[in-house]
């Protein structure tokens, strides 16, 4: 069973317009309104792969009753923790160009209260059969050890947990060791507090430190250069597919989503990744966090080369 858990989620609102001009009026081209929040869009995406997720969290006010009601229309189940505050919109702006600029809100303030309940929920769910995907950020008043104290804490019921954070969190949690993770390139400059861009052969060693460290797959992923793969038994590089991109919000999930998937199948590693790779590219061809058909992952997967290293 694959439980994901979106501390702060969020309504997705993708506009489209001719290009941006700063301190003037824009006037948008189109609009599009998502249930969003990175395990959201995991749990959306490894329902259009063929699988079942429970999607859970915080959400709160008209935005949570809306994200609530999409999932149910998806047939994705659904089990959140209702808060008092206003579940966040998050707005996206695509340019003609593919310039995309993210304005994210901060979110609601989440009371010690629902905290508990929320801790209580996934301990429930927890056992050796559970994968749990905890990604994104928090919203006000979760304290930034949060992923950490979970992770130990699922893990002790025999859970597996994949976590996608980054900042504080993803530092503060590496110490509980997830067993899967999904940094981006930056996540991993930051975290080894690299000035300038890593090549190819420091990423890899950056990987395997924190292989070393007691995580059992580092999924680096590198946008449209593709992503590296890493584990104690096998690793390996896969290029990026050419696709007509729209929109790369939420393609890291889309990787993150067809892992999770994979494991929960018992794929093999180069199955697993090629699926990962597939499904991102197919992610970007989108609009908004829409996840791409099985039908077109089937095809995409069908032009990964997975090399190993
Ligand atoms: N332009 C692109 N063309 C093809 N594939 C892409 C493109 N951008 C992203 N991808 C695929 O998506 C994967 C994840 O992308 P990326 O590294 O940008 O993740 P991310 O930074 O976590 O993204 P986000 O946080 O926006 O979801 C890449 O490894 C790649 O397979
Ligand atoms: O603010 P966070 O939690 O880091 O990211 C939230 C978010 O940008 O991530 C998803 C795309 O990955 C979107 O659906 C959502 O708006």
Not at 34 to 53: F, H, R, W
């Amino acid at each position: 069973m694959i439980i994901t858990v979106t501390m702060n989620p969020a309504i997705d609102k993708t506009v489209d317009l001719v290009h941006f001009e700063h301190g003037s009026l824009n006037r948008l081209t189109n609009v599009i309104i998502d249930a969003g929040g990175k395990g959201i869009n995991v749990s959306k995406t490894i329902k259009e792969l063929g699988g079942e997720t429970i999607a859970t969290g915080f959400i709160g006010g008209s935005g949570g009753v809306l994200i609530e009601k999409v999932l149910k229309e998806q047939g994705i189940k659904s089990d959140f923790v209702q808060v008092s505050g206003e579940t966040r919109t998050n707005l996206k702006v695509v340019e003609q160009n593919g310039f995309v600029t993210e304005l994210n809100e901060p979110g609601p303030v989440i009371k010690q209260e629902e905290i508990d309940l929320l801790t209580e929920k996934l301990l429930g769910y927890a056992g050796a059969d559970t994968l749990f995907v905890i990604a994104g950020s928090i919203p006000n008043g979760v304290d930034k050890n949060i992923y950490k104290e979970l992770i130990i804490k699922l893990k002790e019921k025999g859970a597996k947990v994949f976590l996608d954070a980054d900042g504080d969190l993803f530092v503060n949690s590496l110490e509980a060791k997830p067993d899967i993770i999904k940094p981006n390139r930056s996540e991993l400059e930051e975290y080894f507090s690299m000035d300038y861009r890593a090549n190819e052969e420091e990423l890899i060693k950056m990987g395997n430190k924190l292989l070393d460290k007691g995580i059992g797959m580092v999924a680096i992923s590198l946008g449209q250069m593709g992503a590296l793969f890493l584990s104690k038994d096998q690793s390996i590089r896969c290029p990026g597919l050419k696709v007509e991109a729209h929109s790369t919000v939420g393609a890291g999930d889309a990787m993150v989503a067809a892992l999770s998937y994979s494991i929960d199948k018992g794929y093999d590693f180069e199955e697993s990744v090629k699926l990962g790779i597939a499904t991102s590219a197919g992610a970007v061809t989108t609009k908004g966090t829409k996840p791409p058909s099985r039908d077109l992952v089937d095809k995409l997967k069908a032009q990964v080369t997975a090399v190993n290293i």
